[in-house]
């Protein structure tokens, strides 16, 4: 007689990558919060922020999407006024830049405040002792699964990244710019 089998460990994976993937959903900025923007849009009005002046395509392959996805998300956020592309400011001309505009710093601020508050309210729900261990946890599910490589929809793009402001230089912007850029 065969014995009663408990689900196996992919499974137990499976059911439980997929009911942090809902989680998460629920943690990100939502459109009640955000102007009405999608939680695809406020990643990459971050990343854009992060990385004002890159080309398209660059910024397609550091947000795990393609450049014709991006080109689309970034004509919705120029629709809403919080970015401007701009062709031919860099040695390629062909090339279109994306600019921020004061609009979208005012709102990567409300959402980045958003988001701290809700990071503030899941950390002080974890017991203290085991706050290091959680996310001693979390960085190495993200290490796995970026190892992986499979997860990304939109392949192939570049690996995803943690994005990290002080790491990148942007390119000198056009001296007309000036006059118009707040931080």
Request: glycine share 6%; with cysteine; charged share 25%.
């Amino acid at each position: 007689m065969p014995s009663k089998k408990t689900p196996d460990a992919v499974q137990k994976w499976w059911d439980e990558l997929e009911r942090l993937s809902n989680i998460l959903g629920q943690i990100g900025p939502d459109e009640v919060c955000c102007d009405g923007l999608s939680q695809r849009q406020t990643a990459i009005l971050r990343v854009l922020v992060a990385r004002e002046g890159a080309r398209l395509t660059d910024l397609a392959a550091l947000s795990g999407i393609t450049p014709s996805a991006m080109t689309r998300v970034v004509e919705k956020l120029e629709a809403r006024g919080l970015v401007e592309r701009v062709r031919g400011a860099q040695s390629d001309r062909r090339a279109a830049m994306v600019r921020v505009t004061a609009a979208g710093r005012r709102t990567r601020k409300l959402l980045d405040g958003l988001m701290r508050s809700r990071t503030q309210t899941i950390i002080g729900a974890i017991l203290e002792q085991d706050r290091d261990s959680v996310l001693n946890a979390l960085q190495l599910l993200n290490d796995a699964i970026e190892r992986a490589g499979c997860c990304a929809l939109n392949a192939p793009v570049a690996t995803l990244r943690q994005i990290k402001e002080t790491q990148w230089e942007p390119p000198k912007l056009p001296p007309s710019w000036k006059n118009t850029m707040q931080p």
